[in-house]
């Protein structure tokens, strides 16, 4: 039987089998070990900003999966406005900040899945290959992966788009990741977002 409501009313591109993920990249970082974080995040979110221009160029969607921070009356504009004042994260914040035609989804928990509307909008968009980055890549990024490795979907993680308050931390989760989520984990360099989107995952 077919779907009701096959494109979400109108509201999603009719085919996008890749979207770009981008995990908790709007972060005050004001938190234990956050100037830590923020100073490690800082060259993952100068790779993340070229891989989302290069996005937005093919028309790859870019979808915001960022934590409410605890603040269940808070929307994802005020999370945004909080991380541009002056805080840790304000530099990748300012790299990072959405666009109008961004989508995103506020999570509760580690996982962008948990929660949220995430499944969803892939489902509406049809998209089976996520790339995607953020921080940190030892829980939020790593949980996230996780969750989409048993909905079956082609992942990549580019290594120079995450970071963790540790390198070492990081450096672990992104093999594990490897060894065990089926993860690929090139630099954002190696990746050719037109050919996965001719459906080779290289």
């Known amino acids: 039987m077919p779907e009701k409501n096959q494109d979400l009313h109108g509201m999603v591109p009719d085919a996008a089998p890749v979207a770009l993920l981008l995990i908790d990249v709007i972060n005050a970082m004001d938190f234990d070990g956050g100037e830590r974080l923020a100073e490690h995040a800082l060259p993952a979110a100068k790779a993340l900003a070229e891989l989302r221009r290069q996005a937005k160029a093919l028309d790859v969607p870019v979808i915001y999966a960022n ?27 300012e790299l990072l900040k959405p666009e109008k035609d961004d989508y995103f989804v506020l999570k509760p928990k580690h996982s962008a899945f948990y929660a949220t509307t995430l499944d969803t909008l892939l489902k509406y968009l049809g998209t089976r290959r996520l790339v995607m980055g953020g921080f940190s890549g030892d829980v939020c990024v790593l949980f996230t992966a996780g969750d989409a490795y048993m909905r079956d979907l082609h ?4 290594s120079d788009c995450v970071a963790s308050v540790s390198d070492e931390e990081n450096r672990r989760a992104l093999a594990y990741m490897r060894r065990v989520l089926d993860v690929r984990t090139a630099p954002s360099t190696a990746i050719d977002l037109r050919t996965l989107l001719e459906g080779d995952d290289q």
Not at 82 to 92: C, K, M, T
Request: glycine fraction near 6%.
């Open 67 to 93: 934590d409410n921070f605890g603040k269940w009356r808070s929307d994802f504009r005020e999370v945004v406005e909080h991380a541009l004042e002056d805080v840790p994260g304000r530099s990748v914040a």
């Open 155 to 158: 992942v990549h993680v580019p």
